[in-house]
């Protein structure tokens, strides 16, 4: 890899932070007159900065340093810092393997960089031949890998991450939102050996706390003190920083949950399968299934008609139908309306 600080936009790399007064002073105190806050009520002083206390919940979890730790307001803020760090308006790009989650396309609009699109094989892998000869470009500076990719619900194997990140030496991002309902290994193992990796990872998903907007970013101390530098001072307010703690601490429920997220997974698998018109259901390491079915956009609308909203993927992949599993009685509710719509 480059030196990382070569990958800095150059205003990011010159740029003094704010200097927020909870950042300035965070030591203990009795009377805090620095930060123009208002004495009374529960939620009126500004939050840790840098959530000190889920960041060490997160580190024991994650056997990391705290250091190696960015939490944005979701991962959808993680990546959005990303471009704003590495890539310059109008003149870097980015590399996405499409069909993929969307925000990597918008994100890289709204900051006016260029993407690239290699698009996934017919079994939804990377092929490395069609992505080889972009790698080499000096304006390539950020390359998104989902894995399991969304909305395809698969994963990335390791030797086709290990070949990115040792032929590519801008930053290679692998977005691991559903890592826990997968069976396959995360790429924070490789962490400590690859300087140009960033992990994405969220509470979004198997944590079920989609509405704290919580996500992390996971990569070498310099890149997240990047990061921390553009980052607004206060993305995470404090009640969420307290409610994702106490998510954390609750580990029990966290898989009590995921393990039966995965078991109507199963169930529902197997039960769609003998829905009229399905065509094929991809494997999945998430806690979505994606389904081919014929007439999907029709099938859609006819969903929407019973009060049942599932995502319409036609557009990326023809005929597909992306299914989150919902608890026991909202999946029996969805099997038996498209028994209904379909026969
Ligand atoms: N990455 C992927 C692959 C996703 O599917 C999503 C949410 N749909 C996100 C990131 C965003 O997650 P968050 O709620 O942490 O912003």
Redesign the pocket.
């Known amino acids: 890899m480059m030196e990382l600080a070569t990958l800095v936009r150059k205003n990011i790399q010159g740029l003094t932070p704010y200097s927020s007064a909870r950042g300035e002073f965070s030591g203990s105190a009795e009377i805090f007159l620095d930060a123009n806050e208002n004495p009374f009520g529960t939620f009126n002083r500004y939050p840790d900065p840098y959530q000190q206390a889920l960041k060490k919940e997160i580190a024991q979890l994650k056997d990391l340093p705290v250091e190696n730790i960015f939490i944005g307001n979701?991962?959808?803020?993680a990546?959005d810092l990303l471009f704003r760090v590495f890539c310059e308006p109008g003149k870097d790009k980015a590399l996405i393997f499409p069909p993929t989650?969307g925000?990597y396309r918008v994100s890289a609009q709204i900051n006016d960089v260029s993407l690239i699109e290699v698009p996934l094989n017919n079994q939804f892998l990377i092929s490395e031949a069609s992505v080889a000869p972009f790698l080499k470009d000096p304006l390539l500076k950020l390359l998104f890998v989902?894995s399991p990719n969304?909305p395809t619900g698969n994963l990335i194997p390791h030797k086709t991450l290990l070949r990115l990140l040792k032929n590519f030496s801008g930053i290679v991002v692998v977005?691991e939102?559903?890592i826990d309902f997968s069976e396959g290994p995360s790429a924070l193992e490789l962490l400590p050996e690859f300087p140009n990796l960033v992990v994405?990872q969220?509470l979004?998903k198997a944590w079920g706390q989609?509405g704290l907007?919580i996500?992390f970013a996971f990569g070498a101390s310099e890149i997240i003190s990047y990061l921390n530098k553009v980052k607004p001072p206060y993305n995470v307010s404090s009640a969420n920083q307290q409610q994702a703690l106490k998510a954390l601490q609750n580990s029990a429920q966290f898989e009590k949950n995921r393990q039966l997220i995965l078991s109507e997974k199963k169930r529902m698998e197997k039960a769609l399968e003998k829905i009229p018109g399905v065509q094929k259901i991809f494997p999945s390491e998430t806690n979505f299934l994606l389904l081919q079915i014929e007439n999907a956009p029709e099938i859609y609308r006819q969903l929407i008609a019973q009060k049942i909203i599932v995502r319409n993927r036609d557009r990326q992949i023809e005929n597909t139908l992306r299914i989150t599993i919902g608890c026991p009685s909202e999946n029996e509710k969805l099997l038996q309306t498209l028994q209904n719509i379909t026969s």
């Open positions: 979701g991962s959808d803020e990546i989650y925000m989902c969304n977005d939102a559903y994405l969220t979004s989609a907007r996500g």
